[in-house]
């Protein structure tokens, strides 16, 4: 059963970069997408975007210009860093793998707990 | 950019029948747009109960059913119990290697 933990900082300054980690349990992180999503505080689900284990990844156009996902195979972990953030990305942020086959992704199968990350000076 | 619509709320009756809708601002979904249904209640990660449109995930009881109604995706709840009172998502592809997100359905049972 593939298990996945978010980790990092809880509080951010603004205009800095958030960074966090999924370390991926259970299963290995190769042959499979994952993806980042987020939830202000009693708000919606956003979707932040996906990496493939080659490295390959797409991003929410309305974060794309402020959003790197990156992968660490040798750690079974992957990452999202977000720069020059405000109060408005504060938010509960979950990783996530995605269900494929033959390389066409269906859903997210399996869900991280959820950080909380609040950007504050 | 896209957007992808859901009722803001919606009531049911304990034993009765609802179905929460999601659309798509550009036009009809289809089953192309792989339609997902996650429920959230608060403070917990979601749970997926729908992929490929239609398909329940393991342990999903089968009171939850998902479908397109005319253009847009739907989820049925037949005999609503009162623990399905959550928060529902529904997740779109739309193309190019992006996926949206609705706004959520928040579901009373009462």
């Known amino acids: 059963q593939v298990q996945l933990q978010e980790s990092g900082p809880g509080l951010v300054k603004p205009s800095e970069t958030l960074s966090l980690t999924c370390t991926v349990s259970?299963?290995?992180?190769?042959?499979?997408?994952w993806s980042w999503i987020r939830q202000p505080p009693g708000k919606g689900l956003e979707w932040i975007g996906y990496i493939y284990y080659t490295g390959s990844s797409n991003y929410n156009p309305s974060l794309k210009s402020r959003v790197t996902i990156s992968l660490d195979t040798s750690k079974n972990q992957f990452s999202l860093k977000l720069s020059s953030v405000t109060a408005a990305d504060t938010a509960t942020y979950y990783c996530?793998?995605?269900?494929?086959?033959?390389?066409?992704?269906?859903?997210?199968?399996?869900w991280g707990q959820g950080t909380l990350v609040t950007v504050s000076s | 950019q896209t957007v992808v619509t859901q009722e803001p709320s919606f009531s049911v009756s304990p034993g009765g029948t609802v179905t929460l809708t999601c659309g798509l601002s550009?036009?009809?979904?289809?089953?192309?747009?792989?339609p997902n249904w996650y429920q959230q209640t608060p403070g917990q990660a979601p749970r997926t109960l729908i992929y490929?449109?239609?398909t329940r995930s393991s342990g999903v009881p089968d009171r939850f059913s998902g479908s397109i109604l005319g253009n847009k995706a739907a989820l049925t709840i037949t005999g609503a119990q009162a623990d399905d009172e959550s928060d529902y998502y529904c997740f779109l592809y739309v193309g190019s290697g992006i996926w949206v997100f609705g706004g959520g359905t928040k579901l009373t049972v009462l």
């Open positions: 259970g299963g290995s992180i190769s042959g499979h997408y």
């Open positions: 490929k449109t239609s």
């Open positions: 550009s036009g009809s979904v289809s089953t192309n747009n792989y």
């Open positions: 996530a793998k995605y269900e494929c086959t033959s390389n066409v992704c269906y859903y997210l199968g399996y």
